[in-house]
T-cell receptor
Framework: KNQVEQSPQSLIILEGKNCTLQ??????????LRWYKQDTGRGPVSLTI?????NTKSNGRYTATLDADTKQSSLHITASQLSDSASYIC????????????FGTGTRLLVSP | DSGVTQTPKHLITATGQRVTLRCSPR?????VYWYQQSLDQGLQFLIQYYNGEERAKGNILERFSAQQFPDLHSELNLSSLELGDSALYFCASSVEEQGPGYNEQFFGPGTRLTVL
């Protein structure tokens, strides 16, 4: 069964610190992997998207890495800000076409002043 | 602001009732997707429309249906509502026809449905 598991489930860090969120998936083969940021009660916003052949992708203070061999991805947040407090969702697209997106349940990040 | 609008923002109704959620995609986007997000659960893909036609179905219950109109706005109809249908319902849009994994989707702010 295709699954995406994220860890930790929740995380509290101090403002200005770095953190890394993990995503392990069993989806294979896959087309791409995305990280979304979702503020409480709002729609997800895409941060990065990587195909299976890419190892890293950056978007400002957010850097995603992908290891297709171990089926792991990580999202690294540098110099965290209070506005980074949100849920971060890993989404994997199997290479099988429509409607097969597999969503992780997310990591809830709280950046504390 | 993603450019995708959803109405209403909140909806409270009783079990057994029927409701309609509305979504207007970004200007120029032909594909509309509907998602359900229950409390502390991940997003579940429900259905996709492209230029008025159904393109893909996910875990959508038979009590739920959707359509996309000629002006490209979409409606999600939920009937015979149950307590477990309480959730956030998101609409997303994208430019292309291909399924939800192949191009960037822009999400609306969601409709929070509470079934009492």
């Amino acid at each position: 069964k295709n699954q995406v598991e994220q860890s930790p489930q929740s995380l509290i860090i101090l403002e200005g610190k770095n953190c890394t969120l993990q995503c392990n998936y069993t989806v294979s083969p896959f087309s791409n992997l995305r990280w979304y940021k979702q503020d409480t009660g709002r729609g997800p916003v895409s941060l990065t998207i990587m195909t299976f052949s890419e190892n890293t992708k950056s978007n400002g203070r957010y850097t995603a890495t992908l290891d297709a061999d171990t089926k792991q991805s990580s999202l690294h947040i540098t110099a965290s800000q209070l506005s980074d407090s949100a849920s971060y969702i890993c989404v994997v697209t199997p290479n099988t076409g429509f409607q097969k997106l597999v969503f992780g349940t997310g990591t809830r990040l709280l950046v504390s002043p | 602001d993603s450019g995708v609008t959803q109405t209403p923002k909140h909806l409270i109704t009783a079990t057994g009732q029927r409701v309609t959620l509305r979504c207007s995609p970004r200007s120029g986007d032909l594909s509309v997707y509907w998602y359900q997000q229950s409390l502390d659960q991940g997003l579940q893909f429900l259905i996709q429309y492209y230029n008025g036609e159904e393109r893909a179905k996910g875990n959508i219950l038979e009590r739920f249906s959707a359509q996309q109109f000629p002006d490209l706005h979409s409606e999600l109809n939920l009937s015979s509502l149950e307590l477990g249908d309480s959730a956030l319902y998101f609409c997303a849009s994208s430019v292309e026809e291909q399924g939800p994994g192949y191009n960037e989707q822009f999400f609306g702010p969601g409709t929070r449905l509470t079934v009492l």
